[in-house]
């Protein structure tokens, strides 16, 4: 484990218990009122959300910094990069 320390989220959200496309929809939003360089932390349980998120984050450029996964509730770090 290297000593890098995990960024500390600017905004955090919770999505469980939301269905695609609801916690992509969220986020965006959450993006949209955040400003560049800022981290937003989500949580969800949705069983397609970790495919959902990757390819939102691809398609967006925004940076995917980390995908922790808990008993069934998955939790993504985003940084807003533009």
Do not use: N
């Amino acid at each position: 484990m290297s000593g890098k320390k995990e960024p500390k989220p600017d905004i955090s959200i919770d999505t469980v218990g939301l269905f695609c496309p609801v916690p992509i929809f969220r986020t965006r939003e959450a993006l949209e009122t955040m400003k560049k360089g800022q981290i937003l932390e989500v949580f969800a349980d949705d069983p397609a959300a970790e495919s959902d998120f990757q390819s939102f984050a691809k398609r967006t450029g925004y940076k995917l910094l980390k995908l922790e996964k808990d008993e069934g509730t998955l939790r993504f770090l985003i940084e807003k990069t533009k």
